[in-house]
């Protein structure tokens, strides 16, 4: 049987055909243009859909389902958009109107929605870091910092929808202020642009700092690779601002290793890149602050990358 | 069909008759006494089932199993007592020791083990505050905060064995040392040991407050309710110091909620017994912390009090 996963993102639409494994056969891709119409975009989707189906000579009997990442709210089980952060869909029924692809097919297709940080979840769990385990928790440490669990092979979202927002755990009461409107928030301390505002900080206050040069000499060229590239040739400022960025993201890893005991934490997203330079300080860390000081749970690095949400889509209907 | 349900307390083992809506129809109660054999203790609840067993003429057709709350940690599949807190337990195999009452009854009898924090959380949903509800997650605020989840009509305990660990998610970077060694857990806050710590303080720098005469001029004598009391009796000193200790607990249960998105959170131990006048501020602080400030999870006191262990002990065999 083959699965179709439709990844849509802010900027790219994606349509992939994959095996069984979330393998990927063939994929397009398209620009989304957000300021559109919600039906304009659903139907280059249904087109980009139609597409594999033709080219595959997918049948009922080929053709397990199609699964879509929604950048937003989605219930799942109505297929209705609730909103979109991305994109301006609102309460749209998107299990309605992709029964055009249907009619244009003359075949029943079984539509599956979710989450799209749900989906880079579920990715992982069949095909990346997370392949052969039940269970996962992963957290994306992008602009912001997202997440998703999967208990028992199964994308966990809660009673109501909408994803996990794994980064809105307060882990400083009264602290930094989130986008959230909350303080002290996960997000506020361990994305990529938390690590980017301390960092813009510190270089001002410290003219020597590598991190002047490596920018440019224009704070707003600060990365955050270039705070760990700083870091790397032994800048003291840079060093600093790892040690506490790791600090911080310890305490949320902890939280979640707490509450969740799961097999395999997942760390997503840019910050990710850094590999084991992030993972060896920050599984000390989190020893020290988990309950008995006994970390059990593997916490790997995401092998997708931009892959994982579209493989999660195609596998919701494994 | 019936079920046989064991809780296991530090005091007292409680082992109950009931039926599959876990309404309790007969419970005998014998000091634990933990300062036995292990095996001594459990010879004891082998005979308090064979009563149960002969008295209702129990059958393989009618007794469904036997569950038992232990607490400490579980490996609930190999029927294995890694270790307990309160009763001096370690590496017990309680599966097999239990295989006498098979002997002693002469019939095959299916066990289930399970944490007791768990098993209040599966009788809170069963048969308590959460009846008819699929998801919960429930808080235990007594001498720590414990905690239970429950994911479709099952416990939910992680990858390895142990309870939740929701008393243990950090809140404050930084903050009051734990009981489990880490600063600044949800328990150094939202325990009654901690509103009484802080209590005791300010009743030594004001004098003049109610919680001392409530106390009866001894500071020892403070209580979780001696601290409620002095609220309600306009006492300001009691007035601040639970209005703190309800911010506190708000960014614990917001955390919960994030991460949870459950359909019913409840509130159990001591100080859940304030009711509404915990429920009602603290719901009010929540809404403020959690993602969209739009509260759909329905907080809850418990109802079953003592009973949800056993309860929730017997229910697992349903």
Redesign the interface.
């Known amino acids: 049987m083959k699965h179709i996963g439709v990844d849509l993102g802010g900027t790219n639409i994606v349509v992939g055909l994959m095996d069984e494994d979330g393998n990927i056969i063939k994929s397009y891709t398209r620009p989304t243009m957000s300021d559109r119409k919600t039906e304009e975009i659903f139907d280059d989707i249904i087109d980009m859909c139609k597409i594999l189906i033709d080219e595959y000579k997918l049948s009922k009997s080929s053709l397990k389902g199609i699964g879509m990442g929604i950048p937003g709210e989605v219930d799942a089980k109505a297929g209705i958009i609730n909103y979109s952060n991305n994109i301006p869909m609102k309460n749209f029924n998107v299990l309605e109107y992709m029964q055009k692809l249907c009619s244009l097919c003359d075949m029943d297709i079984d539509f599956y929605f979710a989450n799209d940080a749900d989906c880079a979840a579920l990715g992982e769990l069949i095909a990346g870091a997370g392949k052969g385990h039940s269970?996962l928790v992963i957290l994306t440490l992008g602009t912001g910092v997202g997440g998703g669990?999967i208990?028992n092979h199964k994308i966990?979202?809660?009673?109501?929808a909408?994803g996990?927002?794994?980064g809105?755990?307060?882990?400083?009461?009264n602290?930094e202020l989130c986008t959230?409107?909350?303080k002290g928030c996960l997000e506020a301390y361990a994305s990529a642009t938390a690590l980017i505002r301390d960092a813009k900080k510190a270089a001002l206050e410290n003219p020597h700092s590598l991190l002047n040069s490596l920018a440019k000499n224009n704070v707003d060229n600060i990365t955050a690779k270039i705070v760990f590239d700083a870091k790397d040739q032994k800048d003291e400022i840079a060093t600093n601002l790892v040690e506490n960025y790791i600090?911080?993201l310890s305490?949320g890893v902890?939280?979640?290793i707490?509450?969740?005991?799961?097999?395999i934490l997942v760390l997503s997203g840019g910050i990710s890149k850094q590999g084991e330079k992030l993972t060896t300080p920050l599984k000390e860390k989190v020893i020290?602050?988990?309950?008995?000081?006994n970390l059990?749970?593997k916490i790997e690095i995401a092998t997708l990358g931009n892959d994982a949400g579209l493989i999660g889509a195609g596998m919701l209907s494994r």
Chains 1, 2 share one sequence.
């Open positions: 269970d669990i208990i966990y979202s809660g009673f109501y909408g996990a927002e794994l809105h755990q307060t882990i400083v009461h602290g959230c409107g909350n600090e911080y305490v902890a939280n979640l707490n509450i969740f005991k799961p097999e020290t602050k988990i309950f008995g000081n059990k749970t």
